[in-house]
């Protein structure tokens, strides 16, 4: 006999509570039933820990939850979405191009496409991209989910051949897919959606209803990336794009991102003259210029200098190596993707470019026998490592193949370790803190909890030797648990720069399995072998990527003791020419950087070039300065001159400026 409720569904909130609803409602019923605001804003539901389309049937006892719009996972959904809408304008408005995958990324979304003829896409193609998307939009088509069989889904997309391959794949992985492809396709299954009888994707969903409830998105660029991130596969045509729930979201999206462009360390490195990335050498390896050079070289030897007084002893180690080291660290076995292909010499040994100091500065300190009283030993060396990144991933300075750390490895007795961590830790902000860096969090990895090396009491101590620490700093300390590497756990500083962008800067990483592998010891005061703890610390992280972060925190306007140029003097009028070379050479004497910019054009075309060049000073010499021994002072970012200031108090001012490294702006705040 059926009951009562026979042919309803029960299923459970997030608060608890249950809710009743007739057989085959949906998750866009229960949407409705919660009220007007959630029918508006749900974009797809959890059922069960499943993301699916709103659309799906409820099942009696599930656990739902609504995901709505500006949700980060709602804006995923929504940002998916509308990737699919790009590839339909894309295919309509390129007949014969092939689409290959659309993922949601941070901030956004793309989709790769392979265009008849070899053809590129230009900026100038995403107007008219965007406006066959609105019109996509205006049609409101729906997202109709279709579950397929192999078969069917290599048929359907039988003059697709990126979504034959996926679909190839998922049949051979039978459990396993690729995490690159996990948006387009869950393992053993091929669904697809439809949004109209011409265009169907590839896809596991879920999406938003209908294509109508998209339409706060902006197309932002076109870049190659190889298919798979595989340089011989064929190469694509990548199209980004964001999406959000609302206009507002949007625009505040778009100004920011505005602002990092303006920013962007590879655009200023070039406009400045800094560095650059030759084609004749490769993906990923930068060359220095000599403005990047001496700013590099005065980062450097600041750091230098740190480190002496912090009882640092300076190593150096060779770029390359025998295998030999690399099996006995065990980097062959879970970092060989990172390491260039060896090269064979001597026709029986194989020598690897190093991707990591840490096995050098090892056999350093166990070139001999070591005593308690050499505790903590802290080898620095500014190593240059080579790591093999996918050409897809490399990126400017913050994501290269050949890098050079700041790299210390400093072994310590047990007994020291907390110790020692709460002075590194200050160490490391105090020098953050002197290159203009001052908002910081800490993030403690703690032990992964399947596999790990070392004792659970050597976690436990180590982990809350650098709680303590992190905690001593007064930062806020955010706990990434599980995340530590299997050898030790870790504590990361991340500053935020000057738009608000966190960036991973500094690890301090104990290691509890290389001097173990190494069979590292010293002999303590009870004459007995002990086994050291090893920490390795990276301040800069590598001296390329704190270029770059500096580059773009000060927007190329270093500070005055960064500035490659610290004052350019002009002279009114060539007349005015001997006199600029008498400031140029004060200013030298009192070891600062300054040079002329002869008066061969008018005075304001140099002022403009030297504010481009954001220099910090442009000081003016004309009649007067030339009679009264002062200068005409143009500070950078300052609204007038300030005339007639005598030459050494100029002089002495910007020392001042230099030996507390402030900046103009600064100055002008006190
Ligand atoms: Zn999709
Ligand atoms: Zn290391």
Redesign the pocket.
């Known amino acids: 006999m059926p009951r009562d409720d026979a042919g309803a569904v029960s299923v459970r909130l997030p608060d608890g509570s249950r809710r009743t609803l007739p057989a085959g409602a949906t998750a866009a019923d229960l949407a409705t039933s919660l009220g007007p605001e959630l029918a508006r804003d749900a974009v797809a539901a959890e059922v069960d820990g499943e993301l699916v389309d709103l659309g799906r049937p409820l099942v009696d006892g599930a656990q739902v939850r609504l995901v709505v719009a500006g949700s980060e996972e709602g804006r995923e959904v929504l940002r998916h979405s509308t990737a699919h809408v790009l590839a339909q304008a894309v295919l309509r408005l390129y007949p014969g191009a092939r689409y290959a995958i659309g993922p949601p990324i941070e901030d956004g979304f793309y989709y790769d496409f392979e265009l008849p003829g070899g053809r590129h896409f230009s900026d100038d193609d995403l107007p008219r991209i965007e406006a066959e998307m609105r019109s996509i939009i205006g049609e409101a088509q729906p997202f109709v989910r279709e579950e397929r069989s192999i078969d069917e889904g290599l048929a359907l997309f039988a003059d697709q051949p990126f979504k034959r391959e996926i679909i190839e794949q998922v049949a051979e992985a039978a459990g396993r897919v690729d995490p690159e492809l996990a948006h387009e396709v869950a393992a053993g299954t091929v669904t697809t959606y439809r949004n109209s009888e011409t265009f169907v994707d590839l896809c596991r969903g879920p999406h938003v209803p209908s294509t109508d409830r998209l339409g706060h998105f902006a197309l932002t660029r076109v870049a190659g990336a190889y298919w798979r991130g595989d340089e011989r596969r064929p190469q694509l045509q990548r199209i980004y794009g964001t999406a959000f729930e609302s206009a507002e979201a949007l625009a505040e999206h778009l100004r920011r991102l505005e602002e990092a462009e303006r920013r962007d360390h590879r655009r200023l490195g070039a406009e400045l003259d800094l560095f650059s990335f030759p084609e004749e050498i490769g993906s990923g390896l930068a060359v220095f210029h000599p403005k990047g050079g001496l700013v590099r070289r005065i980062m450097e030897d600041y750091a230098r200098q740190r480190h002496v007084d912090a009882g640092y002893a300076f190593v150096n180690t060779p770029h390359v190596t025998k295998s030999d080291l690399f099996e006995t660290s065990g980097h062959l076995e879970w970092f060989a993707e990172g390491i260039f292909p060896p090269m064979e010499l001597d026709g029986q040994h194989r020598y690897y470019l190093k991707p990591?100091?840490?096995p050098f500065?090892i056999l350093i300190y166990a070139s001999r026998q070591r005593s308690y009283r050499e505790l903590p030993l802290r080898l620095f060396e500014f190593g240059t490592v080579y790591r093999y990144e996918k050409s897809g991933v490399v990126h400017g300075l913050t994501r290269v193949r050949g890098m050079t750390q700041d790299?210390a490895?400093i072994f310590c007795a047990r007994a020291d370790l907390a110790d020692e961590l709460r002075s590194l830790l200050a160490f490391v902000l105090d020098v953050l803190r002197d290159f203009g860096l001052e908002d910081f969090h800490l993030e403690l990895s703690t032990r992964p909890p399947d596999k790990a090396v070392g004792s659970h009491e050597e976690w436990e101590e180590a982990t809350e030797a650098l709680r303590a620490a992190g905690e001593a700093m007064g930062l806020e300390l955010v706990l990434d648990e599980g995340g530590g590497a299997f050898y030790g756990p870790k504590i990361s500083v991340q500053a935020r720069d000057a738009i608000g962008r966190s960036w991973q800067l500094s690890t301090v990483?104990l290691?509890f399995q290389l001097p173990q592998r190494f069979d590292l010891a010293y002999v303590g005061p009870d004459n007995a072998r002990h086994r050291p703890v090893m920490i390795?610390r990276?301040l800069f992280g590598s001296v390329e990527r704190f270029f770059a972060v500096l580059l773009e925190h000060y927007a190329g306007a270093f500070p005055t003791w960064l500035a490659p140029v610290q004052a350019r003097v002009l002279p009114v009028r060539d007349d005015h020419g001997p006199y600029a070379a008498e400031v140029a050479s004060a200013l030298a004497a009192a070891g600062l950087r300054a040079e002329v910019d002869p008066a061969s054009e008018p005075v304001g075309a140099r002022i403009r070039r030297g504010r481009l060049e954001r220099l910090p000073y442009l000081l003016v010499v004309g009649d007067d300065d030339v009679a009264g021994k002062t200068v005409g002072v143009n500070a950078r970012g300052a609204a007038a001159p300030e005339r007639d200031v005598p030459l050494a108090t100029f002089v002495e001012r910007l020392a001042e400026e230099v030996a507390a490294k402030s900046s103009p702006e600064a100055v002008r705040r006190r």
Do not use: L, T
């Open positions: 990591m100091n840490c500065h790299d490895h990483q290691d390795h990276a």
